[in-house]
């Protein structure tokens, strides 16, 4: 798939390139957010240290020993305890993060969902999502929408960060998960932080609508862009995901989350 920006990786800083019009909106998303994150304590956002609005080309400060957490954090406890802090900053930044007028940009039609609309990351990735050795804050970067949605949205319903971070799980998929399903008490963790530090109910069938809608668009997709090893378990990640769209309903009404199919 084809990225609509490029990358340079330096010491202290990382330089980003991308079309003008885009890296405005990147550049005005992060420094807002760095100011949220400066203000609540509970997450980081790298700033903006250099930026060339005429070029397209943005340097952010480069937070050193952090790692994505697909690379640091392990099943079980860890990642329910990552679940729970992204969660309530997710929450955090859907209540806090609002942009100029001239920056609302809705998602594309097939992915609306009227009625909870908010400003969104859009790009919630596990790559995306990083933490340090010592566990206590997690590390939002890439604030640009993902190029697999036209990289220009950043309006639309909060259910689109949760399940674009829920399905970036499931369509991830190790041997792991040939024996049990280690997925859904993360998102479990992640939904009951959210909707708590949100101060909004949360209505399952709704968001169970939205992430069948959600899934059945991205299949095709994920079958076609998976690497191959991925390829092979990608059975398994649709089993994991026919279970979790049958309990998200009354997903957080249960006391106790079922891994079995």
Avoid at 30 to 45: N, P, Q, Y
Avoid at 87 to 114: C, E, N, W, Y
Avoid at 230 to 246: D, G, V
């Amino acid at each position: 798939m084809q990225r609509h920006s490029k990358v340079e990786i330096k010491k202290d800083t990382v330089i980003k390139t991308a079309s003008p019009e885009l890296m405005r909106v990147e550049v005005e998303k992060t420094r807002r957010a760095h100011k949220i994150a400066e203000d609540c304590g509970l997450f980081r956002v790298p700033e903006v240290l250099d930026y060339d609005e005429v070029r397209g080309i943005a340097v952010f400060e480069r937070l050193n020993g952090i790692v994505p957490i697909c690379d640091a954090v392990s099943w079980g406890e860890e990642y329910n305890m990552v679940a729970d802090k992204l969660g309530k900053t997710l929450a955090i930044i859907h209540r806090k993060l609002i942009l100029p007028s001239d920056m609302i940009v809705h998602l594309p039609t097939s992915l609306q969902f009227s009625g909870n609309e908010v400003f969104l990351h859009g790009d919630l990735s596990v790559y995306n999502v990083l933490i340090d050795d010592s566990m206590r804050k997690i590390t939002i970067i890439d604030w640009q929408m993902t190029n697999v949605f036209g990289g220009a949205a950043t309006y639309g319903t909060r259910y689109f960060d949760l399940v674009f971070f829920i399905a970036n799980l499931y369509n991830r998929p190790t041997t792991q998960y040939l024996f049990n399903d280690p997925v859904l008490p993360v998102a479990t963790k992640l939904l009951e932080a959210y909707f708590k530090e949100a101060a909004v109910e949360y209505e399952g069938d709704k968001f169970s609508f939205y992430a069948q809608n959600y899934f059945s668009l991205v299949k095709l997709l994920l079958n076609r862009n998976a690497e191959w090893h991925r390829r092979l378990l990608l059975f398994r990640s649709n089993e994991m995901i026919k279970n979790f769209m049958h309990l998200v309903p009354n997903l957080l009404n249960k006391k106790k989350v079922n891994t079995g199919e």
